[in-house]
């Protein structure tokens, strides 16, 4: 069983920065995938971002790129998404959520991924 908890969403103005964390529960965490999900009203779910647990391979979705960075404590079991030059565009409820690692790595998809954490909000004005 995985359990997850973020923290760390807020209100920032364009421009600015904020650091999500995912707590993450578990007892086989060397072999999971971590994500970064958000969804914005009236809009799809999207993946932002992925980090394989302890090995540090990420994805990020193109429009994050060069603004967003994982990270991760392995002692914690804690992965965190630094969001800098935060855009309005960026505004949803971030969700992390988890799976095990396969071959292909970890990525954006969110229905490969089977725990889910309740979500933090995030709003860029």
């Known amino acids: 069983h995985v359990q997850l908890v973020e923290s760390g969403g807020g209100s920032v103005q364009a421009g600015g920065s904020l650091r999500l964390s995912c707590a993450v529960s578990?007892?086989?965490?060397?072999?999971?995938?971590i994500g970064w999900f958000r969804q914005a009203p009236g809009k799809e779910r999207e993946g932002v971002a992925a980090?394989?647990?302890?090995?540090?391979?990420?994805y990020y979705v193109d429009s994050v790129k060069g603004r967003f960075t994982l990270s991760e404590d392995n002692a914690k079991k804690t992965v965190y998404l630094q969001m800098n030059s935060l855009k309005a565009e960026d505004t949803a409820m971030y969700y992390c959520?988890?799976?095990?690692?396969?071959?292909?790595?970890?990525?954006?998809?969110?229905?490969?991924?089977?725990?889910w954490g309740q979500g933090t909000q995030v709003t860029v004005s």
């Open positions: 980090i394989r647990a302890r090995a540090a391979t990420t």
């Open positions: 578990t007892v086989d965490y060397n072999r999971r995938c």
């Open positions: 959520a988890a799976t095990i690692a396969g071959y292909g790595g970890c990525g954006g998809l969110g229905s490969e991924y089977e725990y």
